[in-house]
């Protein structure tokens, strides 16, 4: 059975950091990309980067520059270093494993991030 669980959310300041972190258990995590994405009020679900396994990143405009994903494959963790934190950064954040040919996609819970201004 595949879990992922955030952690590492919480309330900072503009200008701040946050390190999130998402431990996945089950065999996929060596196979399978990963990926964070958040949510906030009334908005969609947005994609803010993607690891996989090489590791091969990509990071959405937005979000370059500030945030560093990471993957521990002793671990089984992702992790997403943000910096230079806004307050449209607030949002809930999740992680994911990707869906891609021959893994399917899941989900974590998810963690609230909140940046004041």
């Known amino acids: 059975q595949v879990q992922l669980v955030e952690s590492g959310g919480g309330s900072v300041q503009a200008g701040g950091s946050l390190k999130l972190s998402c431990k996945i258990s089950?065999?996929?995590?060596?196979?399978?990309?990963m990926g964070w994405y958040r949510q906030a009020p009334g908005k969609q679900r947005e994609l803010l980067s993607t690891?996989?396994?090489?590791?091969?990143?990509t990071y959405i405009d937005s979000v370059k520059g500030r945030f560093t994903i990471s993957r521990d494959n002793d671990r089984n963790t992702v992790d997403l270093q943000m910096t230079g934190l806004k307050p449209e950064d607030t949002a809930v954040y999740y992680c994911?494993?990707?869906?891609?040919?021959?893994?399917?996609?899941?989900w974590g819970q998810g963690t609230q991030v909140t940046v004041s201004s």
């Open positions: 690891i996989n396994k090489d590791p091969i990143i």
């Open positions: 089950g065999d996929i995590f060596n196979r399978c990309a």
């Open positions: 994911a494993v990707m869906a891609t040919p021959g893994c399917s996609r899941y």
